[in-house]
């Protein structure tokens, strides 16, 4: 992981300013007599006509992010365990991509277009699983696989590209840490990761494309929050919020071309002001270190296609 952290990591996503500088007003311009004859006086054209472009823009629904209500939870969490490669192997560099994947997953029926697994090494693009007896290599995951110590994750995604949220301890998502090389140990197994699930390219749907992210390692209620930022077409300025629940969003009004989705992992650290009569408390928020405290995905809204 630390590793992985140690690649260049994206640039930030712009963020909208909080204020903007007024526009100028409107230039007064000199209207007609009106005490004149209209038959005598001249016509006023355009100075331009408005291109098509333009008047579409200006038609266009504004893109908004919306967090929506999740799904409800199954009445029995499913689970997903990682049989291959070992909790803490070490696999030799010039085998490490041929190593093969070994999963489990219960109280699930995988389906192509249906639920699935989502596989990743580290902060990589995850790969949709539905065929558990398939040959998946470690190098289909993460092409260079450098040495050091890596993570392999996985979780139970629905249908829809939900992620299948933890109910209490039990939770549909499994990690493991694996060495290349050399046993370096940089990041402990157990600490707070975030992993996203965003569209693939394609068209919209019209509800908006779902932008989804799970956590794992953490508790929400006690005092995290999560930030998303997206920035794309219609937004180009960016948008951002932070929430404190792990439902999904939506991205409405979404328009064709490329968008950049952030979450970031935040905790709210308490400081206690003087004391005497009361006590005021202040909260901070405070970046969550590690290196998947973050991650960042795009996807390409393609035009819809008439047959």
């Known amino acids: 992981p630390e590793a992985a952290a140690a690649r260049p990591s994206p640039a930030p996503i712009a963020r909208a300013a909080a204020s903007a500088a007024p526009s100028a007003g409107p230039v007064a311009e000199a209207g007609p007599d009106p005490s004149a004859d209209p038959a005598s006086s001249p016509s006023r054209e355009p100075s331009r006509a408005a291109r098509p472009a333009e008047i579409a823009r200006a038609e266009m629904a504004p ?13 029995r969490v499913p ?19 041929r ?36 040959p998946l290599a470690l190098g289909a995951l993460d092409p260079t696989l450098d040495e050091g110590q890596h993570v392999l994750s996985v979780l139970i995604v629905r249908g829809s590209s939900e992620s ?27 600490g707070p990761m975030l992993l996203a699930n965003v569209p693939e ?5 019209a509800e908006g494309p779902l932008l989804d992210v799970y956590g794992a390692n953490f508790d929400v209620a006690s005092g995290y929050r999560v930030h998303v930022s997206v920035a794309g077409p219609g937004i180009e300025d960016g948008v951002g ?37 009361s006590t005021t408390v202040t909260y901070t928020s405070k970046p969550v270190k590690g290196p998947f ?5 795009t996807f390409r809204v393609t035009p819809h296609t008439t047959n």
């Open 63 to 75: 893109v908004e992010l919306v967090q929506v209500a999740p799904a409800a939870p199954p009445a």
């Open 201 to 205: 390219d394609g068209p919209a749907p």
């Open 241 to 277: 919020e932070s929430v404190k629940t792990l439902a999904p969003f939506r991205l409405r009004g979404a328009r064709v071309g490329e968008y950049v989705v952030r979450f970031s992992l935040f905790h709210m650290d308490p400081t206690l002001g003087p004391s005497g009569s």
């Open 79 to 97: 689970t997903v365990a990682i049989l291959a490669p070992a909790s803490g192997e070490v696999l030799p560099g010039g085998k490490a991509k």
């Open 293 to 297: 405290s973050e991650v960042t995905r």
């Open 164 to 190: 299948v949220k933890p109910v209490g301890k039990a939770e549909a998502f499994a990690s493991r840490s694996f060495f290349v090389g050399k046993r370096k140990v940089v990041w402990k197994d157990g």
């Open 99 to 134: 190593a093969v994947v070994k999963l489990r997953a219960t109280g699930v029926a995988l389906a192509a277009g249906g639920d699935h697994l989502c596989v990743a090494v580290d902060r990589h693009p995850c790969r949709r699983v539905v065929d558990l007896a398939a």
